[in-house]
């Protein structure tokens, strides 16, 4: 399986996926610049280190931007979240009317399955 944050079997990336089997979303900082990053990566984007630590993220953020697709049967939410700790991640939003959805609404993550199984990483609005 791939998708945004990379192949499951890439070793660099198999804590982060271990993390969200454990409904747990950690990101990447890295050492040097002190600086967090979203997808996970080997190297910071910020300054090329390969200095980089797993953190764990308190899941919480707010709605940067999002749009609502509604041409397939069933309409969903692809947004991105500017998560506290400071990345922006592109996620799904769920478990909400998705035309009372607003930019600057407080999220919070939830841990959803795919049709594979695999946990991922999706946030909702805090009511």
Aim: charged residues 25%; negative net charge; contains cysteine.
């Amino acid at each position: 399986m791939t998708n945004m944050v990379g192949d499951v079997n890439f070793p660099e990336n198999q804590e982060y996926w271990e993390a969200l089997e454990k409904n747990k979303l950690l990101i990447k900082r890295c050492t040097e610049c002190k600086k967090p990053h979203h997808y996970p990566r080997a190297h910071c984007p910020f300054c090329g280190s390969a200095a980089t630590a797993w953190e764990l993220s308190s899941g919480d953020g707010e709605i940067y931007s999002f749009t609502v697709i509604e041409h397939r049967a069933v309409p969903y939410c692809l947004a991105y979240v500017t998560l506290d700790e400071g990345p922006t991640v592109m996620t799904n939003l769920v478990d909400c009317e998705l035309h009372a959805i607003e930019i600057g609404a407080r999220v919070r993550v939830v841990f959803k399955r795919d049709a594979d199984g695999r946990a991922l990483a999706m946030f909702t609005p805090v009511q």
